[in-house]
């Protein structure tokens, strides 16, 4: 009479199992990076982390007939989290290269490799931000989120009215195209009190010593022709 036979059990080879969690590390982070990406409709990647290579904190201000518009807080992030008017972020949150902590109109410029960016690039994300609605309101009115050489927050150039772009109180003609990276308005020991504390740490630009100095100004006027 014969004996059953034994059976060895097959011993998964261990470049297969690594292999296999290799590949359900990347599924997954893709997974999380997609649905985090589902989640907004920012323009850029909204990374959980503020990179430094690029670190500049422009200063912006918008005047309408002679009325300060508030640039508000959390422009640019995910889920922000709010203490004492600052908005931080929290386990779920994420951050576009150009965001706001705080309605004083330093806007945040943080990425992590060397590229321009543009006053466009800020309204659009200001824009695409959710949780402000995509508007923004103006003696209890709603307007939309644009700038361009014609139209700031719906207040259109026409016979009357101008719109006017000062870069440290000289007239420009950049208006959306104007490029951030070279006015940084704070530094490491902030003279101004609108870079404390939201905007600490020396100012970097792809990585190496700022060159272009500190202290500039951004305002962006609808003011009458006459």
């Given at each position: 009479m014969r004996r059953p036979r034994k059976y060895k059990k097959r011993r998964i080879p261990w470049f297969i199992i690594l292999l296999g969690i290799f590949v359900a590390v990347i599924v997954g982070g893709v997974a999380f990076y997609e649905s985090q990406?589902?989640?907004t409709n920012f323009p850029y990647p909204c990374l959980g982390s503020e990179p430094t290579t690029i670190h500049i904190h422009p200063y912006l201000r918008i005047e309408i007939n002679g009325q300060n518009i508030t640039v508000p807080a959390a422009i640019g992030i995910y889920k922000p989290v709010f203490s004492n008017g600052f908005a931080g972020g929290g386990a779920n949150s994420c951050f576009e290269p150009l965001h706001t902590h705080d309605s004083s109109g330093i806007i945040h410029v943080e990425w992590s490799s060397n590229k321009n960016?543009?006053?466009?690039?800020?309204f659009k994300i200001w824009n695409a931000t959710d949780h402000l609605s995509?508007?923004?309101?103006?003696n209890g009115v709603s307007h939309?989120?644009?700038?361009?050489?014609?139209?700031?927050?719906?207040?259109?150039?026409?016979?009357t009215h101008r719109i006017v772009l000062l870069v440290d109180g000289q007239s420009s003609s950049e208006y959306q195209s104007l490029v951030l990276n070279m006015l940084d308005y704070c530094s490491a020991a902030p003279t101004y009190p609108q870079c404390s504390p939201t905007a600490v740490g020396d100012p970097v630009y792809g990585g190496i010593a700022y060159p272009y100095g500190t202290g500039h100004?951004?305002?962006i006027e609808y003011i009458s022709n006459g």
């Open positions: 990406q589902a989640n960016f543009t006053l466009s690039d800020f995509h508007s923004v309101t103006i939309p989120i644009v700038f361009n050489a014609t139209d700031i927050l719906g207040f259109r150039a026409d016979s100004t951004i305002l």
